[in-house]
């Protein structure tokens, strides 16, 4: 669905507005994703102020950014890797 339709925003607004939650390192239920497809998300550098998205935690070992759905679907491309591809970007 969301290769088809894009991205929505969560219900559950943070200060900086809704959102969808993206991070630079695959999550499992623990972190809250839900699923067991890995989709991979290209945003280029100057769309907009990613540091500004950013949530910052000094304890988590990712980064993690709450970006409205909108600029991931304008500007952003989104694909599924396939189970080889997520073993040779994130090897065991």
Do not use: H
Request: net charge negative.
């Amino acid at each position: 669905m969301i290769l088809r339709e894009g991205f929505l925003d969560s219900g559950s607004p943070l200060p900086i507005g809704e959102g969808v939650y993206l991070s630079d390192y695959p999550l499992d239920c623990n972190e809250g994703a839900k699923g067991w497809q890995l989709l991979e998300v290209t945003l280029p550098d100057d769309c907009c102020d990613f540091s500004y998205y950013e949530l910052v935690e000094e304890e988590k070992p990712y980064r993690e950014w709450f970006i409205p759905a909108e600029i991931i679907k304008r500007f952003g491309s989104i694909r599924l890797l396939s189970i080889e591809e997520e073993d040779e970007l994130f090897p065991v």
